[in-house]
């Protein structure tokens, strides 16, 4: 069984996030320009199997989509593209930047910390894993 991999697209950087091997717990993977994004997946994948990718659903409060989206829908060709073998799943991720800023503050990072934007880009891919995992999970009998 391989591990998911949370995304958060954004068109300059993009927040990776990872489960263990159970895929029971999303914890922080990186953050990475965009452009090197694939790359950087495929070097990932050549060492730990990967069985899903999570990628963010922006969605405006409304419910629309996103302007985003086009972007983030290109980028999910070229990742099925590139990992054929791989499932690639949705997960609404609306206010999850919001939330990543929150929980900076909350456990006391410094100002500096909460400005850096690609911090905020992991959480929120971690954020988006994680809320992916609990939607999905099955009750233990």
Do not use: C, W
Request: overall charge positive; charged content about 25%.
């Amino acid at each position: 069984m391989g591990v998911l991999i949370g995304i958060d697209f954004g068109k300059k950087r993009t927040g990776l996030a990872h489960t263990d091997s159970r895929q029971i717990i999303a914890s922080g993977l990186t953050t990475v320009m965009t452009q090197n994004a694939l790359s950087f997946l495929g070097d990932y994948q050549k060492e730990t199997p990967v069985e899903k990718f999570v990628v963010g659903q922006p969605k405006q409060k409304d419910g629309n989509q996103s302007e985003v989206e086009k972007n983030i829908l290109l980028f999910i060709r070229q990742l099925k593209k590139s990992f054929p073998k791989v499932i690639v799943v949705r997960q609404d991720e609306r206010f999850t930047s919001k939330m990543a800023f929150n929980s900076l503050i909350q456990t006391g990072a410094k100002k500096k910390i909460r400005k850096d934007k690609g911090v905020i880009d992991e959480i929120s891919a971690t954020l988006i894993l994680q809320s992916y995992l609990t939607s999905n999970s099955k009750p233990v009998l």
